[in-house]
């Protein structure tokens, strides 16, 4: 809760003071997501293991310069990675199994919401900056849909298990870093970000023996995404 209250208090502080500084910015960025600890979990039979494959990061921020090293942001962020087929395909091949295994996805990983940047900013020129940031907010984020399906090599006999979209919502932290860029009055940028969160959510669907079952779990979820970004300022 306490984290709540600052996180809420910053936020409102940050946002009346970007309405009367001329020098904010906005900025765009977009590049490629690496799933980390139970997200890359690659062991099926693991309820915490997240079978993700690399993704999809976009983001869109509003920056504000405190002083001439030190900003305050505030950043959209979303993630999207599929349900990793090659990771299903190398756990079930690895099995002495007289079934043959099938994967059908319906939806991949989808993790977003708002987070708070405070950075730092040193200038090496002109046109050249070096930035460090951390970064901490909430997340809503949306699990897999997916379909197994067993058949029998034996007497040809099918089963299906069937994971449902499950939804839930979580603190996120992490820490980043970025090379600012200007060049012909363009100013562009290249970054990498670490983001951690510890999930809880209900997983649902049916079992091999199509009874239903929803039984809680806790995921420790993380991404190292590197991202080439466009700032505005304004």
């Known amino acids: 809760m306490k984290k709540i209250v600052l996180l809420l208090v910053l936020s409102f502080l940050t946002l009346g003071v970007y309405s009367q500084n001329p020098n904010s910015s906005v900025y765009f960025k977009a590049g490629v997501s690496f799933p980390l600890f139970d997200l890359a979990n690659g062991n099926p039979s693991d309820t915490t293991s997240g079978l993700a494959a690399k993704g999809l990061h976009v983001e869109v921020g509003y920056n504000l310069p405190l002083s001439a090293h030190w900003g305050m942001g505030l950043a959209a962020i979303y993630y999207g990675n599929r349900y990793s087929h090659n990771k299903f395909d190398n756990y079930y091949g690895s099995l002495l199994s007289d079934a043959a295994y099938g994967l059908k996805t319906n939806y991949a990983w989808s993790v977003g919401?708002?987070?708070?940047?405070?950075?730092?900013?040193?200038?090496?020129?002109?046109?050249?900056?070096?930035?460090?940031?951390?970064?901490?907010?909430?997340?809503?984020?949306?699990?897999?849909?997916?379909?197994?399906?067993?058949?029998?090599?034996?007497?040809?006999?099918?089963?299906?298990?069937?994971?449902?979209?499950?939804?839930?919502?979580?603190?996120?932290?992490?820490?980043?870093?970025?090379?600012?860029?200007?060049?012909?009055?363009?100013?562009?940028?290249?970054?990498?970000?670490f983001l951690t969160s510890n999930i809880k959510y209900h997983s649902t669907g049916t079992d091999?023996?199509?009874?239903?079952?929803?039984?809680?779990?806790?995921?420790?979820?993380?991404?190292?995404?590197?991202?080439?970004?466009?700032?505005?300022?304004?």
């Open 113 to 193: 919401g708002l987070v708070l940047r405070p950075a730092y900013l040193i200038p090496f020129t002109k046109n050249i900056s070096w930035e460090i940031y951390a970064s901490g907010g909430f997340l809503a984020f949306f699990t897999p849909e997916y379909v197994v399906n067993s058949t029998s090599l034996l007497n040809n006999k099918t089963s299906t298990y069937h994971q449902n979209r499950d939804k839930g919502y979580s603190f996120a932290y992490g820490l980043g870093t970025r090379f600012n860029f200007k060049m012909f009055n363009t100013h562009f940028f290249v970054d990498a970000d």
């Open 208 to 234: 091999w023996l199509n009874q239903p079952f929803n039984y809680p779990v806790k995921q420790k979820i993380g991404y190292l995404s590197v991202n080439f970004g466009y700032t505005i300022f304004l």
